[in-house]
T-cell receptor, first 111, second 113 residues
């Protein structure tokens, strides 16, 4: 059974810092990996989707990498802003649209 | 597009009552998912549909839970009878293709007293 772990569970940084969120998974036979953002009281917004054949995806200040063989993914946020404060979740797809989620990293960016 | 629409946003009811959660997916999306989010277990997939047909319901916790999708624009998740341990946020999501990005609604916060 796939297990997804995210470290750290919470992170507080000053505005402007570059930061890295980590995600690890136990079963490397995945179709893809997604990073989501969740704001309080809201649903999830998909930020980046990396197919199993890809190594990374970029969108603006966000860059996600995937190392399938080691079961790891990182989400890099450049020049963090207070508006980036949210919970970030990674999810892996093992069987076609069957997402397994990590517990999330709660990020706070202080002005 | 209005996105995925869920109702109600909040539901408080007493144990033993029937609860019905509703979802309208994004038009044209062939896949619909129901998730449950709790502090203890995080986000879990309960069931998903393709073209209104249930494909995998292995995440549905008990027979008290049932889900239907009578047409492409509407789905329900029903709990009967409800129990306090069913208290959670229930999310509906839709996707246009298999293994594509999923679009989530804002969820229904359910409290069973």
């Amino acid at each position: 059974k796939q297990e997804v772990t995210q470290i750290p569970a919470a992170l507080s940084v000053p505005e402007g810092e570059n930061l890295v969120l980590n995600c690890s998974f136990t079963d490397s036979a995945i179709y893809n990996l997604q990073w989501f953002r969740q704001d309080p009281g809201k649903g999830l917004t998909s930020l980046l989707l990396i197919q199993s054949s890809q190594r990374e995806q970029t969108s603006g200040r966000l860059n996600a990498s995937l190392d399938k063989s080691s079961g790891r993914s990182t989400l890099y946020i450049a020049a963090s802003q207070p508006g980036d404060s949210a919970t970030y979740l990674c999810a892996v797809d093992n069987a076609g649209n069957m997402l397994t989620f990590g517990g999330g990293t709660r990020l706070m960016v202080k002005p | 597009d209005a996105g995925v629409i869920q109702s109600p946003r909040h539901e408080v009811t007493e144990m033993g009552q029937e609860v019905t959660l509703r979802c309208k997916p994004i038009s044209g999306h062939d896949y619909l998912f129901w998730y449950r989010q709790t502090m203890m277990r995080g986000l879990e997939l309960l069931i998903y549909f393709n073209n209104n047909v249930p494909i995998d319901d292995s995440g549905m916790p008990e027979d008290r839970f049932s889900a239907k999708m009578p047409n492409a624009s509407f789905s329900t998740l029903k709990i009967q009878p409800s129990e306090p341990r069913d208290s959670a946020v229930y999310f509906c999501a839709s996707s246009p293709i298999l293994q594509g990005k999923e679009h989530f609604g804002d969820g229904t916060r359910l409290s069973i007293l």
